[in-house]
């Protein structure tokens, strides 16, 4: 079943511009994750967060958690071109030995 | 040092043949996860092994499928008498620790693509 719900479900944005994107999941989680998916690709891991940590960077990256509204946002700052791809949540918990993944955002950056 | 090696990348199977994809993991990754991904769509789990071992095959059919991960050789997940909805791409992703540790990430391979025709 699936764990996240990815909103918005699709984005498109201009180069240097900010992109959003929010993940709402339903059960007791230890970590979330975020991956990115370029077409036809594998997945690739941005950035873990733990359930008792609010907030983390990485680089251009930006995470937030805030487990009591079982949610969290992935922020990318002055976006690029390059940052066109697929975005997933996936969240793991101490009682289950895989990773739930979200129903993604598909991002647009134009030049 | 390799990544995730699946293989085939494409794979093109008629109604009731079977398909067969393969999975190396990290070199050192004893967890092995097996995903699959319809168009447009995010991933679904269908099992986790480890070696010689099934941990967890909640996301897979009763039928039709199955998975392996011996102790020498790749991880196999295995579709016979294929049918049109068997069509998606198959990840597998290997991880270094046990993701109920709550710091383990998983390493994704390029997908195998089955097309049943």
């Known amino acids: 079943s699936q764990q996240g719900e990815e909103d918005p479900q699709a984005l498109s944005i201009q180069e240097g511009e900010n992109a959003t994107m929010n993940c709402s999941y339903k059960?007791?989680?230890?970590?979330l994750q975020w991956y990115r998916q370029n077409s036809g690709r594998g997945l690739v891991h941005l950035i873990l967060i733990r359930s008792n940590e609010r907030e983390k960077h990485s680089g251009r990256l930006r995470v937030t958690l805030d487990t009591s509204k079982k949610s969290s946002s992935l922020l990318i700052t002055a976006s690029r071109a390059a940052d066109t791809a697929s975005y997933f949540c996936?969240?793991?918990?101490?009682?289950?030995?895989?990773?739930?993944f979200g129903t993604g955002t598909r991002l647009q950056v134009f030049p | 040092n390799a990544g995730v090696m699946q293989n085939p990348r494409h794979l093109v199977r008629r109604r009731g043949q079977e398909a067969r994809l393969r999975c190396s993991p990290v070199?050192?990754?004893?967890?092995v996860y097996w995903y699959r991904q319809l168009p447009e769509e995010g991933l679904k789990f269908m099992v986790y092994l480890q070696k010689e071992n099934i941990i967890d095959e909640s996301g897979m059919p009763k039928e039709r499928f199955s998975a392996e991960f011996p102790k020498e050789g790749p991880s196999i997940l295995r579709i016979q008498q294929v049918v049109r909805g068997d069509s998606a791409a198959y990840f597998c992703?290997?991880?270094?620790?046990?993701?109920?540790?709550?710091?383990?990430?998983?390493?994704f391979g390029e997908g195998s693509r089955l097309t049943v025709l």
């Open positions: 992703a290997s991880s270094l620790e046990l993701l109920t540790g709550g710091t383990g990430e998983l390493f």
């Open positions: 059960t007791s989680i230890n970590n």
């Open positions: 996936a969240t793991g918990s101490y009682n289950t030995d895989k990773l739930i």
């Open positions: 070199k050192g990754h004893s967890h």
